[in-house]
């Protein structure tokens, strides 16, 4: 039996009217589907650095600043629509142009301390088509001996210090976003300290330099919004999963009567065991393609965005291996989902897709339009068999994307029946494979 739930899972009763929607640029960055993650700091060039050896060595061991435009080939040629460079990571060394503290590019000898790795990168994201994301986590910074976002995590957090990297979070941050034009995505990873608490005030930076830009577990008064974290980097995203969360970066699976639209990223590395840096001289075996395209089902199939990193190698580059495995990768799931059997649309607690003679089937993919708000909260889909139609599969979110795969069937058409939603359903897209 159909039904117009105005009360799904106990919640006080909503209108269509009033569900959380995406901002214009979280829709845009659930377009992009697909990530590429560049992870690179300065225990992969030196892997017994120290704070105190640190500056007088070169943070790269190749003798001429890396080709960025080569990390980029590996986007375009996985389906990655966007990618994050790490910029800042743990140890503090700032692989940008900035004088907040002395440890970085514009102190190195590399380069006669002009060499400026984020505008490379963002130079090459432009040439090759792929929107530009930055990696600058605060919360942890070797240099500055701060952990948790706290300086001198537990001896005391002196508030002079605290106060004093809290201006150097702003000066960075101000310079990422004010030198490099618009950004898509700022992945802060951490969460960041609120200013009661002795955090920087990042949220009038961001109205002033990037008002646009997604953020991942950034401030809560970010005014392109906000993306979360999956809570685990094994490759799944849980079922049910919702676009919705009842507290700011909340992990996980969400809530499905969450005041608070954040869609879920899903990260791994390229590399097995959990592995985002490179490590000279040792083995760095890699995800099979099998695990892979698991993953994406896992993920993508499951109405969140997947970033997959790929790390740069002491000589700036991403080795042949891992090029190797991510575009074998782009090219299977261009081969399983470039060419559906049939597709349609429809608004309605039915919609069908009818494909005039019998073929077999054992994919398909349902899409919300998700600006309109996550509606569906139970739903099945049915195929038309010889004389009957039958259950294929059944859940209860869609959200931006779904995938269901099962053994071949053949049916002359299947359909989408919304058992609960609030409101009247809006299918963006039904789609049925035939996956060999």
């Keep these: 039996m159909l039904q117009v739930c105005n009360a799904a899972y106990g919640a006080p009763a909503v209108s269509a009217a009033q569900l959380p929607r995406p901002s ?126 706290y300086v001198r995590s537990g001896k005391g957090r002196p508030a002079a210090l605290q106060a004093a990297y809290a201006r150097i979070c702003e000066q960075m941050e101000t310079r990422l976003w004010s030198h490099y034009g618009p950004l898509f995505y700022c992945w802060f990873d951490g969460g960041e300290l609120s200013v009661k608490q002795g955090g920087p005030d990042l949220t009038p930076l961001l109205q002033k330099f990037q008002p646009k830009m997604v953020g991942f577990q950034g401030p809560v008064g970010m005014p392109g919004g906000l993306t979360r974290w999956i809570g685990n980097e094994a490759g799944y995203a849980p079922n049910p999963c919702w676009e919705t969360v009842s507290q700011p970066s909340q992990p996980g699976g969400g809530d499905a009567n ?129 004389d009957r139609w039958v259950t294929i599969c059944r859940g209860q979110s869609i959200g931006h994307e779904w995938l269901w795969r099962f053994k071949p069937i053949k049916v002359t058409a299947v359909r989408l029946v919304v058992l609960k939603s609030i409101g009247k359903p809006m299918i963006r897209r039904l789609a049925a494979y035939d996956v060999k």
């Excluded at 070169?58 to 460079?85: E, H, I």
């Design 24 to 149: 214009a640029s979280q829709l845009a960055w659930e377009n992009a589907a697909v990530g590429l993650f560049l992870h690179y700091d300065l225990q992969v060039a030196h892997p017994h650095w120290t704070v105190a050896n640190a500056r007088t060595r070169d943070p790269f061991l190749c003798r001429r600043p890396p080709n960025t435009d080569q990390w980029l080939r590996v986007a375009k040629a996985m389906g990655a629509k966007y990618a994050v460079y790490v910029c800042k990571h743990d140890s503090g060394y700032m692989f940008f142009q900035c004088h907040a503290y002395p440890f970085g590019l514009s102190y190195s000898k590399w380069g006669g301390g002009k060499v400026d790795m984020v505008r490379r990168f963002v130079d090459s994201c432009h040439k090759f088509g792929i929107k530009p994301g930055l990696y600058c986590s605060l919360a942890t910074n070797r240099f500055w001996h701060v952990t948790g976002n």
């Design 258 to 386: 969450g005041k608070l639209w954040q869609p879920a990223e899903v990260d791994i590395s390229v590399l097995a065991g959990d592995q985002w840096f490179w490590r000279p001289g040792r083995a760095n075996p890699m995800l099979t393609l099998r695990q892979l395209v698991n993953i994406y089902y896992d993920s993508v199939g499951h109405g969140c965005n997947l970033i997959v990193n790929a790390p740069i190698d002491p000589h700036g580059r991403i080795a042949k291996t891992v090029r190797d495995r991510l575009a074998e990768f782009g090219r299977e799931i261009r081969r399983r989902f470039s060419k559906p059997l049939g597709q349609t649309s429809g608004t309605g607690h039915t919609v069908v897709l009818a494909f005039g003679h019998a073929v077999a089937i054992n994919n398909i993919m349902i899409m919300e339009a998700i600006a309109h708000g996550q509606r569906v909260r139970q739903y099945q889909v049915q195929g038309r068999t010889a």
